[in-house]
């Protein structure tokens, strides 16, 4: 019996394919996950077992020198050879207790690295949030699920190959790659962890994407560094502007020049008792003009990921405007909106893109470059969301 055809009408009906996931690491943490693994190639360490277990081991003792394993999470690794393995991390100087294999599975043993003990001569010195991300991305990959079931060379090889992906999914195998590694490469490739493979020169697989280290060649290393030498450049002149002092007398003429809207919106922030801000940044608030702030590439990144998290934050911030002027008598100021919040761990450069994005919905509205007028925008007014005596705008009737 022949198969249908596909009408126009089934095509447009089919389900959009599902969207790609964001990387698991910055720029900056790639590089970090780079070092991770050229550090224990670098290592008196002869098979591939040991070396996938020293890319555990060494990445939870980057920061203390002491890295936590279980006999279960060492059973989970399926090396060929697991007391060979712990047996060469011992040859190398790493102090590894004897329960790991013989004691109570479930009870972490502590391996020390002399090389990571805190102090002058760290080889790892990663901060707490890189360890945890290299940390995560290392456990994403090694049980990614087109080699979850390989051979340790084959998960070995995915972890270098991953890292030196660039964004656009290319990659170069390093120099320092085992030799080992390269007999698995037709396995990532037969499995989908590599779409295609040329010389050194290969591409990650598009359902691994988000596991690549966003590798930067040297030109583009170059630019970044040009860009923030730019943003360096601004800062240092924002800083000097600061130093400017605005006297009182200054400031008394420059309200005697303004709109009465305007004084008073001036005075309601001036003599707000919950604000309780200093004369000076009132006075350099109104009276100099907002330098922008760049927002470097990771940041417009992590503000993708930041808004798929938090889905109803136009709404929230539109609310919590209106309850804000109700107590102060004027707007929030782009730091106060996240803060209360709760969005407190946000840069500078993030926050700004996230009012920004929250402003082109319209759930926010501000009388630019007028500071502390954010308020109700016309998608939150369309919902009910409007300061006392504002009225929602009218419906039409067509």
């Known amino acids: 019996m022949p198969k249908p055809a596909i009408s126009a ?10 969207a790609p996931l964001p990387f698991l690491l910055t720029p900056r943490q790639g590089e970090a996950a780079r070092e991770l693994l050229s550090y224990v190639v670098g290592l008196p360490l002869t098979s591939v077992d040991a070396q996938l277990l020293a890319v555990v081991v060494a990445i939870r003792a980057a920061r203390a020198g002491v890295g936590n394993l279980t006999g279960t999470d060492l059973r989970s690794l399926r090396l060929d050879d697991p007391e060979q393995a712990v047996a ?26 002399p090389d990571m ?5 760290h080889v790892l010195p990663l901060g707490k949030g890189t360890r945890s991300k290299v940390s995560g991305w290392a456990m994403r990959t090694r049980i990614a699920k087109p080699v ?51 010389g050194r020169t290969y591409r990650l697989g598009p359902a691994v ?37 605005i006297t009182p007398a200054q400031w008394a003429e420059w309200k005697s020049g303004i709109s009465p809207a305007l004084l008073r919106h001036v005075e309601a922030v001036e003599q707000c008792s919950s604000c309780r801000c200093s004369f000076g940044r009132v006075a350099k608030a109104f009276m100099s003009t907002p330098s922008p702030v760049p927002a470097p590439r990771p ?6 990921t930041w808004r798929e998290a938090h889905p ?39 926050r700004g893109l996230v009012v920004s994005g929250i402003l082109a919905d319209g759930w926010l509205t501000e009388t630019s470059p007028v500071p502390w007028t954010l308020r109700p925008g016309k998608a939150a007014q369309a919902q009910g969301i409007v300061l006392p005596g504002q009225g929602a705008p009218a419906r039409s009737t067509r």
């Open 9 to 18: 009408e089934t095509a447009a009906a089919s389900p959009p394919p599902p």
């Open 209 to 245: 994407r988000h596991l690549a280290g966003m590798f930067r060649t040297s030109e583009e290393v170059a630019e970044l560094e040009a860009e923030e030498a730019v943003r360096r450049a601004a800062r240092e002149a924002a800083a000097a502007a600061e130093l400017v002092e």
């Open 312 to 350: 109803d934050c136009g709404r929230e911030a539109a609310a919590f405007t209106v309850a804000f002027r109700a107590e102060h008598g004027h707007g929030p100021s782009y730091g106060q909106l996240c803060k209360g919040l709760g969005w407190k761990k946000l840069s500078r450069s993030l």
């Open 148 to 198: 979850k079931k390989a051979s340790p060379a084959a998960r070995l090889a995915a972890l270098f190959l991953a890292a030196y992906c660039t964004d656009e999914l290319v990659g170069e195998a390093p120099a320092d790659l085992p030799v080992a590694c390269y007999g698995a490469v037709p396995v990532l490739l037969d499995k989908g962890f590599l779409a295609e493979v040329s």
């Open 299 to 304: 940041a417009a990144g992590d503000h993708d």
């Open 88 to 113: 060469e991390l011992a040859a190398a100087g790493w102090q590894v207790p004897g329960s790991l294999l013989d004691g109570d599975p479930d009870k972490p043993s502590g391996i020390v690295v």
């Open 117 to 121: 003990t805190p102090g002058p001569g």
